[in-house]
């Protein structure tokens, strides 16, 4: 569809150019809300302009460019009208924006992961960390669920719950269906505020000392070590299996695990050895699964890696 973008580059008040919708949806990683593509020339200070359709409807409000120069290269993006709208609403009433918030971490399905839980096809937001205090913590929510719908309407993947999670008003009871062990699992969650940038804690992303080898898990491509040796290397105990050697062209590689990651948990068993590693692992073979899932922890963050049963 055609569009006109109305703004004030450069000072130039009133400037007006031409384009066309280049995608819908778009994640610009900026909160948890999507944008409109457009390639109608936006620059510096065209932001809070009108993008208009050929009827002369508000269809958007100029937001954002990509641009390794800094100027347009016709890649631009729009709050949508229908968001712009809640969030006036919003400023009018209450003189701020709320949103709703549940406290996890969220990762998508893919086509392995779905593997290794046992799941038909890749979809749903599978809860990789659940963060403390937050409104999931005081939930039956767990780690490892997958949630699949919330208030009747289906979630095809993180994007997707994040953005319908927003959409709710604060202090509100959510309906959450999950995915645990294969079947479907009924909660009520109360969900809090969205927190505010100053509220979110930085990450720390160094990576712990590595331990020396201790185990092979060649099918893998991985080396572990307890975790709790980290202490004799000066660094601090902790619960899970370390990871000291990836090798080099495994699928463990190609999935990002690397030295100083810790293995908190595989096919739902938590792991304190390379032993307990070997125990699930041959557990998830023994239930026929194509492949395995690991809750993998790397400095603060938490996500879920599925490795492929018997492949180097």
Known sequence: DWVIAVGNPFGLGGTVTAGIVSARNRDIGSGPYDYLQIDAAVNRGNSGGPTFNLAGDVIGVNTAIYSPSGGNVGIAFAVPADLAKQVVEQLKSTGSVSRGWLGVHIQNVTDDIA????????????????????????????????????????????????????????????????????????????????????QVASLDKKAPAVAPETSDLKDLGLSLAPASTLSQEGGQAQDGVLITRVGDGSEASAKGLQSGDIILEVAGDKVMAPSDVSKSIDGAKAKGRKAVLLRVKTGDQERFVALTLGKV
């Open 115 to 198: 593997q290794s839980l046992g799941m038909e096809k890749p979809t749903g937001a599978l809860v990789s960390k659940i963060q403390e205090d937050g409104p999931a913590a005081k939930s039956e929510l767990d780690v490892g669920d997958v949630v699949v719908s919330v208030n009747g309407e289906t979630i095809g993947n993180s994007r997707d719950l994040a953005r319908k999670v927003a959409d709710l008003a604060p202090d509100t009871d959510a309906q959450l269906v999950v995915v645990r062990d294969g079947r479907e699992v009924p909660l009520t969650i109360k969900l809090g505020q969205f927190p505010g940038s100053k």
